[in-house]
Nanobody
Framework: HVQLVESGGGSVQVGGSLRLSCVASGDTISRYCMGWFRQIPDKEREGVAGIESDGSTSYADSVKGRFTISQDSAKNILYLQMNSLKPEDTAMYYC????????????????WGQGTQVTAS
């Protein structure tokens, strides 16, 4: 099974930037749909961005124009570049892998990392 390890979170001023990384081992992530999600306590997990095996990307309306999802196929790493951070972006961020290689909106994200905390204040 794939293992996913996120890093790159931290505390940043409003308007600042962070780049999250998700290092994958045990499978080739470029063959699958991958996603970034976030969650704050007592609220439902929210999909932030996704990238499909053909490179197509999708974003939540709240992050469009500010966040960019990408991947380095050679290194098997998923990234989330976050610019112009707002206080409402504060959350635990998780990367996830689709089980079967489907599209983002039909994906079954069955593999998750442990998360990395992002705080914008």
């Amino acid at each position: 099974h794939v293992q996913l390890v996120e890093s790159g979170g931290g505390s940043v001023q409003v308007g600042g930037s962070l780049r999250l990384s998700c290092v994958a081992s045990g499978d080739t992530i470029s063959r699958y749909c991958m996603g970034w999600f976030r969650q704050i306590p007592d609220k439902e997990r929210e999909g932030v961005a996704g990238i499909e095996s053909d490179g197509s990307t999708s974003y939540a309306d709240s992050v469009k124009g500010r966040f960019t999802i990408s991947q380095d196929s050679a290194k098997n790493i998923l990234y989330l570049q976050m610019n112009s951070l707002k206080p409402e972006d504060t959350a635990m961020y998780y990367c996830a892998k689709d089980r079967y290689g489907g599209s983002y909106y039909g994906a079954d994200f069955g593999y998750w990392g442990q998360g990395t905390q992002v705080t914008a204040s």
